[in-house]
């Protein structure tokens, strides 16, 4: 999967987890989509990298169907506080417009870069 700017190293480690992960700059631009990520959500990382997770390219949704990334956001909470964030199940809609139920974590790190950067 195209690393974009985020270490080739992480991600071939990331890779290899089952788990979808993307990992984006602190302005929510995806850098990184794993192949788990494009195996739970029908998307490429060819699709994703370079978009804006805000671009609702998976439209999260709570279980009462709240849209997360105009009304709180995990990844954006997690970016603001440095805090990493547990969410039980979120909703998103995979490519071929299935909804499909998911666990979301959130963490930061400072990368390479020096910039804080957010993972799903």
């Not at 954006?76 to 547990?86: D, L």
Request: with cysteine; net charge neutral.
């Amino acid at each position: 999967m195209p690393a974009s700017t985020f270490d080739s190293k992480l991600a071939l480690i990331l890779d290899t987890m089952s788990d979808g992960v993307y990992v984006t700059t602190e302005d929510r631009e995806i850098v990184y989509w794993s192949s788990g990520a494009e195996r739970i959500t029908g998307f490429t990382a060819a699709e994703a990298v370079g978009s804006h997770c805000y671009d609702n390219l998976l439209n999260h949704t709570d279980l009462d169907g709240r849209r997360l990334c105009f009304t709180g956001c995990p990844l954006q909470e997690s970016i603001a506080s440095g805090e990493p964030r547990t969410v039980g199940e979120v909703f998103l809609k995979r490519k071929n417009g299935e909804r499909s139920a998911v666990y979301v974590k959130t963490a930061t790190f400072v990368g390479t870069y020096v910039r804080r950067r957010g993972v799903r």
